[in-house]
Nanobody, 124 residues
């Protein structure tokens, strides 16, 4: 069973940066793609960014393209989300997710493993 643990959330001001981390453990040999989702109050969980574990191919939602960067450290089984130029609308709980396929999909149903989430709050 794959376990995912996020860290790095917090309260920042608009324009600041944060880096989220997601450490994977357990059956990591089954993990081929990892992604970040976020869920704001009263809204559905939405895709933010994804990365394939072996090739490092990435994709981003339009709302974060150019501001966020996803990366992975295969030796540490950890995925990062560097968030720059944060905006109040980025406020949400950020979740790390993993799936056992080398295709980055954008739906929550496509991911079988989830972390507990980390809160990111951006004040104006």
């Amino acid at each position: 069973q794959v376990q995912l643990v996020e860290s790095g959330g917090g309260l920042v001001q608009a324009g600041d940066s944060l880096r989220l981390s997601c450490a994977a453990s357990g059956g990591t040999a089954r993990v081929y793609t990892m992604a970040w989702f976020r869920q704001a109050p009263g809204k559905e969980r939405e895709f933010v960014s994804g990365i394939t574990w072996t090739s490092g191919r990435t994709t981003y939602a339009d709302s974060v393209k150019g501001r966020f960067a996803i990366s992975r450290d295969t030796a540490k089984n950890t995925v990062y989300l560097q968030m720059n130029s944060l905006r109040p609308e980025d406020t949400a709980v950020y979740y790390c997710a993993a799936r056992s396929d080398m295709v980055i999909l954008w739906t929550t149903q496509s991911y079988g493993y989830w972390g507990q989430g980390t809160q990111v709050t951006v004040s104006s």
